[in-house]
């Protein structure tokens, strides 16, 4: 399988990181292998680049691009756009109607690397522990005003998230695509913005044909790409339908799924 995986992209939360978003020394070690091959290993996240960017720097690969908000912004290095997707001039619009019909929900705009949000409550401070990132508090006004928004993160609980789901559903959001990360996680992107398409982007900067990627995951918004590559590996943790549509399953993140794996089908050790 070795000479087979020229590219491999990975989800970090519930794949890279633990239960207790930590990395493995085992996972470490077997990045530093992976990397010996000059084998391309690319974080993909709903994360910020600078959310994302320590982690990398702990895993050896923060010289490889960074695919940030689920692939709105791929960086080289953090900060410089090698592919950006912003949302619409509807992504502003969306934002007043959420503010004036759903005063409560936590409104989190993502422009290139920084996080902007116009409230404190603990969401924001739920957010800021996971991803050890402070955001840049605004005036509501002020919010409106970042350019690009690459991504929007709506936080309140899960009976509001719902609603504010329903509502959205009702309204014309051309050019836009928003999912639940969790169930009080609503997030909205330009609608051309997946894994999948982060596959194809760094498939291309490659030149890597897509039987020879590698992706890993362990949630519904990476299926995509579990289905595009030539291998596609779910996490042991990862929801039922996840693990059916994926070509291989490994063990947990709390099990060091992603090292077993990368041993396994890309370093033919045991």
Not at 106 to 129: G, P, Q, R
């Amino acid at each position: 399988m070795s000479n087979e995986i020229k590219l491999i992209i990975s989800d970090i939360d519930g794949t890279l990181l633990t239960s207790q978003h930590l990395l493995t020394k085992n996972l470490v070690q077997t990045l530093q292998e992976i990397q010996a091959l000059s084998i391309p290993f690319i974080a993909a996240s709903a994360r910020s680049p600078r959310g994302i960017l320590p982690i990398a720097q702990k895993l050896g690969i923060q010289n490889n691009p960074l695919a940030a908000y689920n692939g709105a912004l791929i960086t080289t290095d953090g900060n410089l756009p090698l592919f950006s997707h912003p949302l619409p001039a509807a992504g502003k619009k969306l934002l007043k109607l959420i503010k004036k019909f759903f005063p409560t929900i936590s409104l989190n705009v993502y422009s290139n690397a920084d996080w902007y949000t116009d409230s404190h409550n603990k969401w924001i401070e739920i957010e800021a522990t996971i991803t050890k990132m402070q955001p840049i508090f605004l005036s509501f006004a002020d919010l409106l005003r970042q350019d690009p928004i690459h991504k929007l993160l709506l936080i309140g609980d899960a009976v509001e998230i719902t609603t504010l789901m329903n509502f959205l559903n009702t309204q014309e959001l051309t050019d836009c695509a928003f999912y639940l990360s969790k169930e009080n996680y609503l997030e909205i992107t330009h609608k051309q913005v997946s894994k999948e398409t982060v596959l194809h982007e760094m498939a291309n900067f490659y030149a890597v044909p897509l039987q020879n990627v590698l992706t890993i995951g362990d949630n519904y918004n990476d299926l995509p790409m579990l289905k595009a590559a030539g291998l596609g590996i779910a996490m042991g943790n990862a929801p039922a339908p996840v693990k059916e549509s994926a070509d291989k399953v490994t063990a947990t993140n709390d099990q060091d799924g992603v090292a077993k794996a990368l041993k396994k089908y890309v370093l033919d050790s045991p």
